[in-house]
């Protein structure tokens, strides 16, 4: 079977998404790999099917119980053989899988880094015919990373005991600091670094203003009936009664947070899995372990502590590819808030996180297109405006800044590329500091070139700088600067910078922007029958609705209208294994539509 038959078999695609098709063949060859794709991109393809392809198994080192035990359901779904080893199964749940896994019946077995180092562990490894190990949510390793965890410090192991097996480690989430540190700790090779796009052009972006958010949010919804979606809140306490409001008005919503039961949690979010509830309020506790591929929308009730973790969660909505909406409310009770937060972190992580925290700010305040600074965030060059979020459609007025780029930059070369912003704006306003003088700063070309700029507007437009990726910032450098291609072609005159006069933020907060526009999903009405169809067969079988199909296959099986199974075979997402399953039930519900419109 190639890799093309394989996607088609069982994931019902005719082709392969960017990257995917080298990274498995890569793999294939037993080679190692970093894999850096955004939320939605694929990452779980590219191991999946070397892992149907082979003979033996392929671990997968997973960091929650929702994401094995989903990640497992959807691929039984799909007719290949995988199995968790976690905490929650008995000892006679865990040595079936064992025995299963011995006799070759185990395709794909997820694992948590905590059983991975548990006793006996390895051992069993050993036993098996491994092919593949691959560390998912792999930024987790990293010490710059927003979510840094010890116990994938351990993976190291793995190099160590199996030398022989290829790694691939995945992640949605690192910049050029991040991939760096994940290379190093697990031993692989720099060239054998797979970067996708991190562009998602079906996400819609906007950021309004933090106040009357519960009446921007119903206005929203209002648009959105019967959408699922997510309201990600800073505390357990504002989850509650957001919750408690929109169940007031009639939604079907509950709250999610680290300080229910575990079994009220799992409640709660096998009913959103299931299409029971439309919206969940919740803190960050809830998602990651989320494959729900109909989210339609995100809401950030307040501002998210960093853009690793905004990515992140934005990247929930949408993931079959079909549109959906993110909004962003922000308002300085939020960054505080965060402040005091990180008041409690380990002192060496507080700079890092405190640096996080401004550049998140920075994009909620910014004028310029957010989905540039997403991508420029993450070392992405962007290749222009999205038109896609609500700077784009709402453009300010800019001005040609490219001198005072080239001035900002200018110094950034001339003093080596290690300072901090602080000192470029104090070198560009002719600060007589005692540390300037000692560094030799007041003796370069540059020294005073911005004296006319006030130091909070230098501020500013060296933010937009480093949003447009026209500079980078190295936070395991004390946080400095540094060149890229781009800054060279603007410091060759290649390429003109467009900058924005900064506004006053209170005035914009004034500004309360309506909602984006409802997405229309089937309009004739034959999608919300495909649906309630893959609803009612989902609880026949007792799995989440879009294991059966995603809402991206109804819409276009809405749209071409099958009349056999070989034109349903033919619809994106329609494998063998579903076609046998399902094909009958929903080839005679687009008939009886097509019969009833006639």
Not at 167 to 187: E, G, N, S
Not at 395 to 410: E, M, N, R
Not at 502 to 507: G, L, Q, S, V
Request: positive net charge; aromatic residues 8%.
């Amino acid at each position: 079977m190639t890799k093309e038959e394989a996607l088609k078999k069982y994931f019902g695609y005719d082709r392969f998404y960017p990257l995917q098709a080298e990274i498995i063949d890569h793999v294939r060859a037993g080679k190692s790999a970093l894999v850096l794709m955004p939320t939605g991109g694929g990452k779980s393809v590219c191991f999946q099917i070397p892992a149907v392809m082979a003979r033996g198994v392929t671990v997968v080192i997973s960091p929650l119980i929702a994401l094995m035990k989903d990640q497992v359901d959807g691929l039984q779904a799909n007719g290949i053989s995988a199995a968790f080893l976690n905490s929650t199964q008995t000892e006679e749940e865990s040595r079936d899988v064992y025995r299963r896994c011995l006799a070759g019946g185990v395709k794909l077995l997820y694992l948590s880094p905590e059983r991975l180092s548990a006793p006996g562990t390895p051992g069993f490894l050993r036993k098996l015919d491994l092919t593949l190990f691959a560390v998912d949510e792999a930024h987790c390793i990293s010490s710059w990373g927003h979510d840094f965890r010890p116990d994938y410090l351990k993976l190291s192991l793995l190099r160590e005991q199996f030398p022989s097996v290829p790694l691939l480690a995945l992640t949605a989430t690192a910049d050029r600091v991040i991939r760096r540190d994940i290379l190093r700790q697990l031993a692989i090779p720099e060239p054998h670094a797979f970067i996708a796009s991190f562009d998602r052009p079906n996400l819609s972006l906007a950021v309004y203003s933090g106040q009357k958010r519960l009446e921007q949010i119903l206005r929203f919804l209002a648009q959105r009936k019967q959408q699922p979606g997510i309201i990600y809140c800073l505390s357990r306490k504002t989850t509650e009664n957001v919750a408690a409001r929109l169940t007031a008005r009639g939604f079907r919503a509950a709250h999610y947070h680290a300080g229910m039961e575990n079994d009220e949690r799992s409640k709660v979010q096998e009913a959103f899995i299931r299409d029971k509830l439309q919206i969940i309020c919740a803190t960050i506790a809830f998602g990651l372990g989320i494959d729900k591929s109909n989210i339609r929308w995100i809401v950030h009730y307040s501002l998210p502590k960093n853009i690793e973790s905004y990515y992140q969660e934005i990247g929930r909505a949408g993931r079959d590819g079909a549109p959906a909406d993110t909004v962003l409310f922000y308002s300085y009770a939020d960054v505080k808030t965060h402040h005091d937060m990180i008041r409690d972190a380990a002192p060496e992580r507080q700079e890092l996180l405190l640096a996080k925290l401004d550049r998140m700010k920075r994009y909620a305040e910014a004028d310029i297109c957010r989905r540039r600074m997403l991508l420029s965030y993450f070392n992405e060059e962007p290749r222009g405006d999205c038109g896609n979020c609500d700077v784009c459609k709402n453009p300010p007025q800019k001005f040609d800044g490219t001198v005072i780029a080239q001035k900002a930059l200018s110094a950034v070369y001339r003093t080596g590329e290690n300072i901090t912003m602080s000192t470029l704006i104090q070198i560009l306003r002719g600060s007589h500091s005692a540390s300037l003088r000692e560094s030799g700063y007041d003796r370069i070309k540059t020294f005073g070139a911005g004296r006319d700029i006030p130091y909070g507007i230098w501020a500013e437009y060296i933010f937009q700088l480093l949003n447009m990726g026209c500079v980078d910032i190295a936070y395991d450098e004390g946080s400095a600067l540094k060149l890229n291609d781009l800054s060279r072609k603007i410091l060759k005159a290649e390429t003109t910078v467009m900058l924005t006069r900064p506004a006053e933020m209170e005035k914009k907060l004034d500004t309360i922007a309506a909602p984006a526009k409802a997405k229309t999903l089937g309009a004739d009405g034959l999608f919300e029958r495909l649906r309630a169809l893959r609803r009612e067969l989902a609880d026949k079988l007792n799995v989440p609705a879009y294991v059966v199909f995603s809402d991206r296959t109804l819409l276009e099986m809405a749209e071409a209208r099958p009349r056999d199974e070989a034109d349903l075979l033919s619809v994106s997402g329609v494998g063998e294994h579903k076609l046998a399953r399902y094909g009958k039930a929903f080839l005679d519900a687009i008939r009886r539509h097509g019969k009833e419109e006639s």
